[in-house]
């Protein structure tokens, strides 16, 4: 089971980037699938998430809005669509998916997610 992150980089305020999570040894109809943060410094907070049975999406307050959760079932991929970023949203970014219904088991490696101008 492994789950790729990318997409990360330096983006000016306001930009947007698409984040990707490749996904292999499972499909991508576990419980749930989610996206994760952590800002240096900080503790790793949920952005994201979507439950696959369903497709209902949670978002973080800070990021509602502005970013936009999704998966491709054919590519086995999972997206984080983030527009008008702010250095607030400066962090590692982290895809996860949930594979029983009991928390997140399964973590990608992460991705850089840089705002400055």
């Known amino acids: 089971v492994q789950l790729q992150a990318s997409g990360g980089g330096l983006v000016q305020p306001g930009g947007s980037l698409t984040l990707s999570c490749a996904v292999s040894g499972f499909t991508l109809d576990r419980p749930a699938v989610g996206w994760f943060r952590q800002a240096p410094g900080k503790e790793r907070e949920g952005v994201s998430c979507l439950s696959t049975w369903n497709d209902i999406t949670h978002y973080a307050d800070a990021v509602k809005g502005r970013f936009t959760i999704s998966r491709d079932t054919a590519k086995n991929t999972l997206y984080l669509q983030m527009n008008n970023l702010t250095p607030e949203d400066t962090a590692v970014y982290y895809c996860?998916?949930?594979?029983?219904?009991?928390?997140?088991?399964?973590w990608g490696q992460g991705t850089q997610v840089t705002v400055s101008s």
């Open positions: 996860a998916a949930d594979s029983t219904g009991s928390g997140y088991d399964y």
